[in-house]
């Protein structure tokens, strides 16, 4: 009679590959989430990215009323992908408020000029430290803001057509 | 000799390819503590080893330490200027942790999801005692 302990082994490395193999199965998500939302934002005030709108400082986010927060850089590809659905946030009632990151003056306005400007304040993050402070890992990325200045939502990559909605929903929900 | 040309031409395409997404980056210049290290020797130690065990957000396989993304510069000059001002390495971990949660850092922690594996590699090895010290008993 064969000892059934002689399968033990046999069986966990089966199970090993099943796991593995189950594990390399799965798309990868890459996106590293922010842990800030339901927090406040951090205080700051940053001079304004271009000269045709005023800068961002976290008083302007606490008007009682909930905005978008979009993160983005003049030299970022998906933002030129995601500036059509700013847009038509934009005319669908949503007050964009934006900061762009690691970027002068001149490349801001270029973008600005080239893909529309649905902002209504820009604030420029020279050393990404608003960016650090608020979870953001790369551009473009969408925060919603209530009205008291908390994070309430993150979107992260570039905005599509069907995440419009989405966003729009999220904004009521801060009310 | 046509291995190394082989593993040469397919090393040029490599990085012809990876050099690609270097024209989406900025024109501004790094941050001030991203290529300078701190006038204190000993400071800048401690901010050394604060950056190799912090994971650079943009390319997730290196440290800010080893990386070359604007945006681990950045951070490399958030870690230096905070150690500067007299902040305590963990502190700055905790900081980040709190914001991009464990993922940003690479020192490991016994938490809810980690602990099985601290506690695996114990288990085994008792039981591999166990097993040894009754095949020696058992022998003897």
């Known amino acids: 009679m064969i000892r059934w302990t002689l399968w033990v082994p046999l069986a966990l490395f089966l199970l090993f590959c099943g796991v593995a193999a189950y594990q390399l199965t799965q798309p990868k998500d890459e996106f590293i989430a922010s842990t800030m939302i339901g927090q406040p ?6 001079r304004a990215a271009s000269a045709d709108r005023p800068g961002l400082a976290t ?12 993160v983005f850089a003049s030299w970022c590809i998906p933002c030129i992908a995601e500036a059509p659905q700013l847009e038509a946030l934009r005319r669908q009632g949503a007050d964009i408020a ?21 902002y209504s304040r820009i604030g420029a993050d020279d050393l990404s430290e608003l960016q650090l402070a608020i979870g953001s890992s790369g551009v473009p990325e969408t925060f919603v803001i209530d009205g008291q200045g908390v994070i309430r939502y993150q979107h992260i990559g570039d905005i599509r057509a069907s995440d419009v909605p989405v966003l729009l929903q999220k904004l009521a929900e801060a009310k | 000799m046509m291995l190394s040309k082989c593993l040469f031409a397919a090393m040029s395409v490599f990085l012809a390819a990876a ?15 991203a290529y300078n290290q701190l006038a204190d ?3 800048e130690a401690k901010a050394q080893d ?11 396989s290196q440290s800010i330490a080893d990386s070359d993304a604007p945006m681990a510069g950045d951070m490399r000059h958030q870690v230096r200027s905070r150690i500067a001002q007299g902040e305590e390495p963990e502190a700055i971990r905790a900081w980040l942790v709190a914001r991009y949660g464990d993922y940003v850092s690479y020192a490991p922690t016994v938490s809810e999801t980690t602990w099985p594996l601290f506690a695996v590699p114990l288990l085994l090895v008792l039981l591999a005692a166990i097993i ?9």
């Not at chain 1, 008083?59 to 905005?67: E, H, K, S, W, Y």
């Open chain 2, 41 to 43: 020797p000993e400071q």
């Open chain 2, 19 to 33: 050099a690609i997404p270097a024209l989406a980056q900025d024109s501004m210049p790094p941050a001030p503590y």
């Open chain 1, 41 to 46: 934002l951090p205080e700051f005030d940053l």
């Open chain 1, 98 to 118: 934006a900061v762009a990151i690691r970027d002068k003056p001149e490349d801001v306005a270029r973008f600005l000029a080239n893909y529309g400007n649905p």
């Open chain 2, 132 to 140: 040894l010290w009754r095949r020696l008993r058992a022998r003897s």
């Open chain 1, 59 to 70: 008083r302007d986010l606490r008007d009682g009323q909930p905005r978008l927060l979009n």
């Open chain 2, 50 to 60: 604060l950056m190799e065990t912090l994971r650079c957000l943009k390319c997730q």
